[in-house]
T-cell receptor, first 111, second 113 residues
Framework: AQSVSQHNHHVILSEAASLELGCNYSYGGTVNLFWYVQYPGQHLQLLLKYFSGDPLVKGIKGFEAEFIKSKFSFNLRKPSVQWSDTAEYFCAVTGANNLFFGTGTRLTVIP | EAEVAQSPRYKITEKSQAVAFWCDPISGHATLYWYRQILGQGPELLVQFQDESVVDDSQLPKDRFSAERLKGVDSTLKIQPAELGDSAMYLC???????????FGPGTRLTVT
């Protein structure tokens, strides 16, 4: 069965700091990987996705993620965070048609 | 830009009462999902529809939860009777066939007292 682990529950950074959020998944087959973001009071939005090809994928708002198959990881990165990046970030994996989400990482960016 | 619509946005109900949530997916999206998100956790799938048919309801507590999508468009999720542990955000998502990306609605926050 698929599972997703996000080890960072709450990350606090100052503006302009670099960000890396960890995501590890468990699934034996071909996976599709996603990062979703939930800004305060808003619905889940897709940040980026990986289906195949270049393991370094770029998403919206300057975010990127790297798929490392040997490590079963799909970590999210941003070189310089802004206050507006304060949100909850969810990693998700799909094998068949369903999405399996991690528990989420709350990011707080201090101005 | 088309969005998934959900109503109500907030619902407070007493335990043992019945409650229903409605979802209208993006037009043309054949696949519809209902998720439950407990505070501090990621969304968990309750039920998946393909058109009007249930594809996966293995995680749906069928003794109290029911879901339908009679005409293959909008959908209703019902809880009867509600229990305190049902307090959560209920999310609806839809997906176009051949595309893995799911689009989420704003959710219904349920509080059971």
């Amino acid at each position: 069965a698929q599972s997703v682990s996000q080890h960072n529950h709450h990350v606090i950074l100052s503006e302009a700091a670099s960000l890396e959020l960890g995501c590890n998944y468990s699934y034996g087959g071909t996976v599709n990987l996603f990062w979703y973001v939930q800004y305060p009071g808003q619905h889940l939005q897709l940040l980026l996705k990986y289906f195949s090809g270049d393991p370094l994928v770029k998403g919206i708002k300057g975010f990127e993620a790297e798929f490392i198959k040997s490590k079963f990881s799909f970590n999210l990165r941003k070189p310089s965070v802004q206050w507006s990046d304060t949100a909850e970030y969810f990693c998700a994996v799909t094998g068949a048609n369903n999405l399996f989400f991690g528990t989420g990482t709350r990011l707080t960016v201090i101005p | 830009e088309a969005e998934v619509a959900q109503s109500p946005r907030y619902k407070i109900t007493e335990k043992s009462q019945a409650v229903a949530f409605w979802c209208d997916p993006i037009s043309g999206h054949a696949t519809l999902y209902w998720y439950r998100q407990i505070l501090g956790q990621g969304p968990e799938l309750l039920v998946q529809f393909q058109d009007e048919s249930v594809v996966d309801d293995s995680q749906l507590p069928k003794d109290r939860f029911s879901a339908e999508r009679l005409k293959g468009v909008d959908s209703t999720l019902k809880i009867q009777p509600a229990e305190l542990g049902d307090s959560a955000m209920y999310l609806c998502a839809s997906r176009h066939s051949g595309n893995y990306e799911q689009y989420f609605g704003p959710g219904t926050r349920l509080t059971v007292t």
